[in-house]
């Protein structure tokens, strides 16, 4: 069935069926929103919608649907930001990632932008009729790495549309585009999926087990291609060296600086936000045992199951802890990060304000 593929995002989907149903679909798109949440995988559909031989929005079996998943259709074209002269054989990889996976794009080049030969190349296709007189969908992944040369470039494209030419814009930046370009373009925004969404993703697709599907959810962000990319990352190093730093909290202020000099050092701003996620995970399970431990069924509520001993100590050794305000200055931490505060501060001054919430247990004698 149609967009049967695509995780989450019901809301951009619907927006699509709307206006694929009533064949009023924009010469121009603009899927804008965070990386791995979905935009290449919904332009690929939508583009089996356009092409599908059959009345059902699209049908995934006819050949043209095929050939769309396959990126061998002869009117669908893809360009994403390369060098100047790419090998081929890193084109043709970053192309079989695509059509393996389009959440989990192959990037192998460090600062690869789309420029005016992309363009003119581009113009030059469009210029001329389809192959199989249905019209032309061209798909341009990370738009926002597009020259100022090659944007102007593409903007005689967005103000003189040739033939049915459907162009669809990919940018996890849309900021970053001309505003006559964004101007052109009808925009669709993609929200972070939710948790629950990946989750089942990692389930169903990748076969990951419960437990562990739930852990990478919640690590994820709401990008299911930052969720496949923890299946290839050792976690469970991660818990430890997270449990051991939430133990040094609990120490003297200069073990807590020595511990942050050595992980600034040792690690890399990924590393630390997916320390600080797991963090968040920890003490959302922390919350959960201390408020349903005497249900029957807390154990299925519990993300951490397979350290529920060590939660267990951690939180019995501990006064009643404010979980709402520790939980917001985690989330607050991670957001500074994100937007690429100083690293080594940042995570002092949380380190700092949980060692105020964490207090042993005074043991009377």
Known sequence: MSFDN????????????????????????????????GKEAVAIELAKALFCQNDVIYCNNCSDCKRV?????????????????????????????????????????????????????????????????????????????????????????????????TLVLISSQANSLLPTIVSRCQKIRFDPLNWQDIETALVERENVSPGQAKIFARMSFGSYRRALELLDEDVDEKQNLMIDMLRKVLMPDLDILLMVEKLVSQQDKKTIKDLIALMLVWFRDAMVLELLQDQKDYTE??????????????TSGLESLEYHQIISKIEHTIELIDRNVYLHLTLLQLLFELKKFLRRKTIVR
Do not use: C
């Open 6 to 37: 695509i995780v989450g995002q019901k809301r951009v989907v619907s927006i699509l069926k709307r206006a694929l149903t009533s064949q009023r679909m924009p010469h121009a798109l603009l899927f804008h929103g965070p990386e791995g949440v």
């Open 69 to 165: 998943r396959q990126l061998t259709h002869p009117d669908l074209i893809v360009l994403f930001p390369a060098p100047k002269t790419p090998k081929n054989e890193e084109v043709q990889s970053i192309r079989e990632s695509i059509i393996k996976n389009p959440y989990y794009r192959t990037q192998l080049w460090a600062n690869p932008l789309i420029l005016i030969d992309m363009i003119r190349n581009l113009k030059r296709t469009v210029s001329m009729a389809s192959y199989e007189n249905k019209g032309r969908v061209v798909i341009m992944i990370d738009a926002h790495r597009i020259t100022t040369e090659a944007a102007n470039s593409l903007l005689k494209i967005l103000e003189e549309p040739l033939g049915r030419l």
């Open 301 to 314: 509520k519990i993300i951490n199951i397979d350290r529920l001993e060590i939660l267990k100590k951690f």
